[in-house]
T-cell receptor, first 116, second 112 residues
Framework: DSGVTQTPKHLITATGQRVTLRCSPR?????VYWYQQSLDQGLQFLIH???????AKGNILERFSAQQFPDLHSELNLSSLELGDSALYFC???????????????FGPGTRLTVL | SQQGEEDPQALSIQEGENATMNCSYK?????LQWYRQNSGRGLVHLIL?????REKHSGRLRVTLDTSKKSSSLLITASRAADTASYFC????????????FGKGTRLSVIA
């Protein structure tokens, strides 16, 4: 158990819908990262938050947005869903400061999103 | 584009054999990390090697780093069925708020 929790574990929805994925980092970790993993694209970095502030953006679509709250949990919002958004979505946390990911990242169990 | 590229894409060996996976990357790095992922589950950090290190050991794992060739290898000795998983390398660059960049992984199957 990494100490990172994600809810829900599975999500099945229809095209055009909007969903919210939730992540709670390990106790004491200020950085939260979101990743998308699909069969053909591998593990893609989406976005990084540090202590409530956005620090880095990767291949995140405009239909997707995220935020990190004062209690450090984070939410990833996916809207106008398309079939191609079906994937595993992971969040990870680390103790290091923004931009200094020297140390390991601890991954949550992921949310499997299926868009029908 | 992916910074790290693992090779081979898939590897199948017998229990007790050694497994070697390679990772190549394109730009200068601060460190390189290896992660393991069991099917459909979260990634687990295995080992981190810094750019000024050449070799590192952790239990049955041995990692090497050749910055002149921009490559790393992960060796798992005396493999076990429980080592069956996907293995990813991830690189951290020197500058800016750049995140870890993961390769597409090597899928290792250890047959009992």
């Amino acid at each position: 158990d990494s100490g990172v929790t994600q809810t829900p574990k599975h999500l099945i929805t229809a095209t055009g819908q909007r969903v919210t994925l939730r992540c709670s980092p390990r106790s004491g970790d200020l950085s939260v990262y979101w990743y998308q993993q699909s069969l053909d694209q591998g593990l893609q970095f989406l976005i990084h938050y540090y202590n409530g502030e956005e620090r880095a953006k990767g291949n995140i679509l405009e239909r997707f947005s995220a935020q990190q709250f004062p209690d450090l949990h984070s939410e990833l919002n996916l809207s106008s869903l398309e079939l191609g958004d079906s994937a595993l979505y992971f969040c990870a946390s680390s103790r290091t400061k923004a931009g200094l990911s020297y140390n390991e990242q601890f991954f949550g169990p992921g949310t499997r999103l299926t868009v029908l | 584009s992916q910074q790290g590229e693992e090779d081979p894409q898939a590897l199948s060996i017998q229990e007790g054999e050694n497994a070697t996976m390679n990772c190549s990357y394109k730009t200068s790095i601060n460190n390189l990390q290896w992660y393991r992922q069991n099917s459909g589950r979260g990634l687990v950090h295995l080992i981190l090697i810094r750019s000024n290190e050449r070799e590192k050991h952790s239990g049955r794992l041995r990692v090497t780093l050749d910055t002149s060739k921009k490559s790393s290898s992960l060796l798992i000795t005396a493999s076990r069925a429980a080592d069956t998983a996907s293995y990813f390398c991830a690189t951290f660059r020197n500058s800016g708020n750049t995140p870890l960049v993961f390769g597409k992984g090597t899928r290792l199957s250890v047959i009992a």
